[in-house]
């Protein structure tokens, strides 16, 4: 098994949501947890608070530069994560399809490296 992270992008609204449609999303991303859970796939996975709460750091010259809030500007901002052990890049891939977020935004896949694995 290798395991991957899946980072869950999506669009950020200043409007408050629906809490039905809130609802809906929360109880679509309790199915995915239980079949993942069931799979013996999840490792790990979260919800991150809003952009405006993060802080990048950065070291230039041996000097620590703290900003507020992320990174870089996009229109796509990352929202939460899995960590997944799966069998095949391909599983990966319908196990990212199921996850809520990748219906209004995306999911990005990446194979974790595993140095308990090299020389």
Do not use: W
């Not at 079949?35 to 979260?46: F, I, P, S």
Request: contains cysteine.
């Amino acid at each position: 098994m290798t395991k991957y992270m899946f980072l869950i992008y999506g669009t950020p609204s200043n409007e408050a949501p629906d809490p039905a449609a809130a609802q809906a999303e929360m109880a679509a991303y309790f199915a995915f947890n239980e079949e993942a859970g069931k799979r013996g796939a999840l490792v790990a996975g979260d919800s991150l608070h809003p952009t405006p709460t993060a802080r990048t750091v950065r070291v230039r010259d041996g000097k620590t530069l703290l900003t507020d809030g992320p990174f870089a500007e996009t229109k796509e901002v990352l929202g939460g994560y899995y960590i997944l052990d799966c069998q095949t890049p391909e599983e990966a891939a319908e196990m990212a399809a199921k996850i809520p977020g990748a219906l209004t935004g995306s999911v990005e896949i990446r194979p974790i490296v595993d140095f308990s694995q090299m020389g």
